[in-house]
């Protein structure tokens, strides 16, 4: 209920302009860094003192955990069929091919996003 009501104003805007969009883009990124820290690194931290029971455990086991997202992250989108706005249809590396249709394209991407 609270992000479609955080989605309410984009609805009543019809144009933004670059600067407004570049500053709407940080403040996004800054809540989303501060949500990451406070919701997701902390309790790690926190989980990883009481199975370890000390500070450098738990550093290594959430900086483990942090290398394998991360790792996972990046093997995803170098194995993962994607399109990127800047490529023309037809410049290499475009992920729509002549042996792959769109629809079944849509689906594969939307099976991985799930």
Do not use: C, N, W, Y
Not at 6 to 31: D, I, N, T, Y
Request: aromatic letters at 4%.
């Amino acid at each position: 209920m609270r992000t479609a009501v955080g989605a309410l104003p984009v609805f009543l805007v019809q144009r933004v302009s670059k600067l407004q969009e570049a500053a709407l883009l940080s403040f996004s990124a800054g809540v989303m860094l501060a949500a990451a820290i406070f919701a997701l690194l902390l309790p790690s931290l926190d989980a990883g003192q009481a199975l370890f029971g000390g500070r450098i455990g738990a550093a290594a086991l959430s900086g483990a955990g942090l290398a394998l997202g991360m790792g996972l992250m990046l093997a995803v989108d170098r194995f993962t069929p994607h399109e990127h706005a800047v490529l023309p249809p037809a410049a290499p590396g475009h992920a729509a091919s002549a042996h792959t249709p769109g629809a079944v394209q849509s689906a594969k991407l939307m099976v991985l996003a799930s």
